[in-house]
């Protein structure tokens, strides 16, 4: 009974320890988060172009920042599947933190700004501007990012039910 026991609470940590491991946080938050701001930013510009020329400038920043978000979740991703540290953190934003010793403080208000943008996009109405194949990345990021949340809440209820 008491082996039952062990073997259970190891293979629980393994899934916990995945569900921490760079690699699915990547590719459950921070590549979703960068699609959002990606996608915002396209919108800006092409909003811009007949509106204002600074929003689209605005727009090329905020294309520029998710490119950067992009390749440091690319980066995490390949170090952590090789088993090796990244230098770098999910986000430009984090990377600043670093400087001031709290790169999850900086994380917690790039989340906020994804999910500012999230909203924005939103109660914007800019969303249904999209191009059919913009919203399928839309669906796509959404759909990751909110399952995978659910599914990880779950766990964690499970486990300590």
């Avoid at 396209?42 to 509106?51: D, K, N, P, Q």
């Avoid at 980066?75 to 540290?85: A, G, S, V």
């Avoid at 996009?121 to 399952?147: C, D, K, Q, V």
Wanted: aromatic share 16%; charged share 15%; with cysteine.
């Amino acid at each position: 009974m008491e082996t039952e026991k062990y073997q259970c609470e190891r293979e629980a940590d393994r899934i916990q320890r995945f569900f921490r491991r760079p690699f699915f946080l990547s590719l459950t938050i921070g590549i979703p988060f960068c699609i959002f701001k990606l996608l915002f930013g396209i919108t800006a510009v092409r909003t811009g172009v007949t509106t204002h020329p600074l929003l689209v400038v605005f727009g090329w920043c905020v294309i520029a920042w998710a490119g950067m978000d992009f390749l440091m979740n690319v980066n995490r991703d390949i170090t952590d599947l090789l088993h090796k540290p990244s230098q770098l953190e999910y986000c430009t934003i984090a990377q600043l933190g670093r400087f001031f010793h709290a790169p999850l403080v900086f994380l917690a208000i790039d989340t906020l700004f994804a999910f500012s943008i999230i909203c924005f996009m939103l109660w914007s109405g800019w969303i249904t501007t999209l191009s059919p194949m913009e919203l399928y990345f839309w669906y796509a990021a959404t759909t990751l990012n909110l399952i995978s949340l659910s599914f990880v809440s779950l766990y964690n209820e499970i486990r300590h039910a």
